[in-house]
């Protein structure tokens, strides 16, 4: 089992920057390629970045390309999403969650967090 707890959401004016955080614990999360997710009202729930266990590997969805950034922490068991540049259509909840291998779909991800809102105001 895998349990992720996401932080760092909040609101923020467009421009402006925040970091969220993923806190996991369970023995396998050092071995997982983590996720990171997000969903707008009315909307499918959808990838935004994603990184090996290692770190040396990282995807973007087009959207945020450039402008977020995601990262592991030393100890692999923390990953965060450092997002700069905010827009409005960011406003989602942001959800991280475990997988085995490196995807961009919902369904093969194991184990999610609780999400965590991020509204951006223009």
């Known amino acids: 089992q895998v349990q992720l707890v996401e932080s760092g959401g909040g609101l923020v004016q467009a421009g402006g920057s925040l970091r969220l955080s993923c806190a996991a614990s369970g023995r396998t999360f050092s071995s997982s390629f983590m996720g990171w997710f997000r969903q707008a009202p009315g909307k499918e729930r959808e990838f935004v970045a994603g990184i090996n266990w290692s770190g040396g590997s990282t995807y973007y969805a087009d959207a945020v390309k450039g402008r977020f950034t995601i990262s592991r922490g030393k100890a692999k068991n923390t990953v965060y999403l450092q997002m700069n540049s905010l827009k409005p259509e960011d406003t989602a909840v942001y959800y991280c969650?475990?997988?085995?291998?490196?995807?961009?779909?919902?369904?093969?991800?194991?184990?999610w967090g609780q999400g965590t809102q991020v509204t951006v105001s223009s």
């Open positions: 969650a475990a997988g085995r291998f490196a995807t961009r779909d919902t369904r093969d991800y194991d184990y």
